[in-house]
């Protein structure tokens, strides 16, 4: 069995191609034209001046503080939870290393301790000379408030941004802070070089006094002549050619180690004493850590390492804290102990973007046997599809019909739709800017073009800019959604009356609202029915009476299905159905060729009683909204125009650290999505809503609780 390896490099043909041109080019040498370019493209990524490309970060650390001005026998503050290059960078110059303990919810270093450290030694009359913080595996420190600090000191501030190229704190860059910061692009990090790095800055004088120094401090003169020590540190024009690969690439690669993170995430969500470390918005995700406490998941983080390890996956413990190490232990350290406990309690899970899904597959199931679920304690929001209690009701009409196409999952409709148009030659549509990027992949899978169009505040399609797309034959398909419940309004059924006229055919995702079957009047509508009913599978579409359907393949009768023959009544989900679950759920979402519905699918859902499950809806979002109102939220949309709701939408100023408080309060709430790749025309990203869970599974005493753990998180 191959093992999964933690962050092994994404290179691919582009790669090779772009190696081979430089090769080919004669400029094999360091320095050359991909090296200049190279520093152009990062530089411009990051939103700074001026790129130094360099053999490594360790060398950029190197440089970086001899152009600050460290000499020998200067103080440099900087974190002592970190990779030892950047302590061994300040040994380079000679100067002392001043090591900072963590803070225990990020790693990075704890900005009041720098604050203690430099007032500390300033007293004491020895001021540090400068600040180098550290954005421990991807996630951004604090800077803005380190750089006050440093300003108050006088002493400068070069940050050790290896791990973070491509993140952002409040918008800006990683690589953008301090007088210079440091990338590295060795064969692990998110993008590489196989082994490289850069300084970035804005600062003309700082970048020129690095680049003469990695070029042996030769002086500009026809003969070889050096006024001072230099260093051989310039990166080779071909390394510098993978990488200009590599970050024509960087979105993509970000995008699979975050959706790799979503999935650690959801796990964790459902397993005791098991967090995210420094979980955050506009993290890069380079290396997802899980935090163990041994006391609640019954487990320690050396236990879970070996299990993963005897499974063929690699992990390892978080940086040893430069203070412990044996080469640094003598230098001063102000501590708290968190960099300890991390070190003691964290795990590194695999996360590299070439990570394909079997191999996530493997490390989650590896997860489970390592740590004991999360006891069934009446959790809200999780998503397992099975309720006994309604599935005895009698059977009220139902939307659909016997000619309708009943499939397995939503992306097959998508897909069966997409085959139907392109017997007419259609092969462009226009999306939503803000949806799930599984609604693109069976377009993306048939080689369709992809546009999209805004949506406003409240998530409603801006139907007048699709319009004038339909008008403009900008498009053939148009694909047209409302999110939390909502129906169309009669100013969309205008302008879908008025898209079908110019001849462009429309397509209704009812997925949020599948109680009535196309309300849009449009060509085709479908619907995953998982999100909204409590089903094992399924989806419907609704095509033309005129129009041939597409030739389905058998339906599955295994799979999914032995998970719903483990489910325990009594205790809710157990580890083996959790993990039936889980694989049958994954080999599902990965296949959309159309499928047919299976026969145990049809027979839950033809069971449910549809007004029962819609009326409890209602009346769970009318007492959740007037919950949250009691304790001063507001929803991010009426609840009087959600016809019935799916969710109850809220914004939070951070999703993600809003949504793990109240998991480990045993409420699971889906966040938004991430902007798809590509997507340009909504210039505000709606990246501050929360859904809150209405299911009929719950009742008013449970929607008061998610309003008071709401209430009580914000707070």
């Not at 940086?319 to 003598?330: G, N, S, V």
Request: glycine share 8%.
């Amino acid at each position: 069995m191959t093992r999964v390896l933690l962050s092994a490099p994404d290179v691919g043909m582009l790669e090779e191609r772009a190696v081979v041109a430089a090769l080919r080019s004669g400029w094999v040498a360091p320095l050359g034209p991909e090296v200049d370019a190279f520093e152009r493209g990062v530089a411009a990524r990051v939103g700074v001046a001026h790129g130094v490309a360099l053999s490594s970060g360790t060398a950029a650390l190197h440089l970086g503080l001899l152009a600050l001005g460290v000499r020998p026998g200067d103080r440099v503050v900087t974190s002592s939870m970190t990779f030892a290059a950047t302590v061994n960078a300040i040994a380079y110059v000679g100067a002392h290393p001043v090591l900072v303990d963590a803070d225990p919810s990020s790693g990075n270093v704890d900005v009041g301790l720098v604050a203690e450290a430099m007032a500390t030694l300033e007293r004491e009359g020895t001021p540090a000379s400068a600040i180098v913080p550290v954005d421990l595996l991807g996630r951004v420190a604090d800077h803005d408030a380190i750089r006050t600090i440093a300003e108050r000191h006088g002493a400068r501030m070069l940050v050790d941004a290896a791990e973070s190229l491509g993140s952002t704190r409040a918008g800006r860059p990683a690589g953008s802070f301090g007088d210079a910061s440091i990338v590295s692009f060795n064969g692990n990090k998110v993008m590489t070089t196989s082994g490289g790095g850069m300084l970035l800055t804005d600062d003309r004088a700082i970048a020129d006094r690095v680049r003469h120094l990695s070029t042996q401090a030769r002086m500009p003169v026809e003969h070889y002549e050096h006024e001072e020590v230099g260093y051989n540190y310039r990166l080779s024009n071909v390394l510098a050619a993978l990488g200009r690969a590599q970050l024509a690439r960087l979105d993509a690669m970000i995008a699979r180690r975050r959706a790799i993170r979503e999935r650690y995430r959801a796990l964790v969500a459902g397993l005791d004493g098991v967090e995210l470390l420094g979980d955050a918005m506009g993290d890069n995700a380079w290396l997802t850590a899980i935090v163990v406490d041994a006391s609640l998941a019954r487990v320690d983080a050396a236990a879970v390492r070996r299990v993963l390890d005897e499974r063929g996956i690699d992990t390892r413990p978080l940086w040893k804290p430069m203070h412990l190490q044996p080469a640094f232990a003598h230098e001063r350290a102000f501590v708290s102990g968190a960099s300890e406990r991390l070190f003691r309690t964290g795990v590194v899970l695999p996360s590299g973007s070439s990570l394909d899904d079997a191999s996530v597959d493997r490390v989650l199931e590896a997860l489970r046997a390592a740590i004991a679920p999360r006891s069934c304690r009446r959790p809200i929001g999780s998503d397992f599809p099975i309720d006994v209690g309604v599935t005895t009701r009698t059977p009220s009409r139902r939307p659909w019909t016997p000619a309708t196409l009943m499939l397995e999952t939503g992306r097959q409709a998508i897909a069966a739709t997409a085959m139907v148009l392109e017997r007419s030659g259609a092969s462009r549509v226009a999306v939503p800017a803000f949806l799930c990027e599984s609604i693109l992949a069976p377009f993306r899978d048939r080689g369709w073009e992809i546009r999209d169009y805004p949506v406003h505040h409240d998530l409603s399609p801006d139907l007048a800019a699709a319009l004038r797309m339909a008008q403009a034959r900008e498009v053939d398909a148009v694909l047209v959604m409302r999110y939390f419940g909502a129906a169309p309004t009669f100013a969309d059924l205008g302008d879908v009356a008025a898209m079908r006229a110019e001849g462009v055919a429309v397509i209704a995702d009812e997925t949020h609202l599948p109680f009535t079957m196309n309300q849009w009047g449009a060509d085709f509508a479908y619907a995953s029915l998982r999100k909204v009913l409590p089903t094992t599978d399924g989806a419907y579409l609704h095509m033309p009476d005129d129009v041939e359907p597409p030739v389905l393949r058998r339906a599955r009768e295994t799979g999914r299905y032995a998970a719903m023959a483990s489910f325990d009544v009594e205790r809710g989900v157990t580890p083996h159905s959790r993990i039936m679950l889980d694989a049958s759920k994954a080999l599902l979402e990965r296949d959309w060729a159309p499928r047919r519905m299976s026969r145990r699918g049809h027979a839950v859902l033809d069971a449910l009683d549809l007004g029962a499950l819609a009326q409890r809806r209602i009346a769970n979002a009318h007492v959740l909204a007037a919950a949250l109102d009691d304790v001063g939220i507001a929803t991010a949309v009426p609840v009087g125009s959600l016809e019935v709701p799916s969710h109850l939408p809220v914004r939070v100023a951070d999703p993600l650290a809003t949504q793990s408080a109240l998991a480990r309060a045993e409420v699971y709430c889906p966040i938004h999505w991430p902007r798809p790749a590509g997507f340009a025309t909504q210039e505000a990203w709606p990246d501050d809503l929360l859904s809150l869970p209405v299911d009929h599974r719950y009742d008013a005493q449970d929607m008061r609780r998610i309003a008071r753990e709401l209430a009580r998180v914000l707070r």
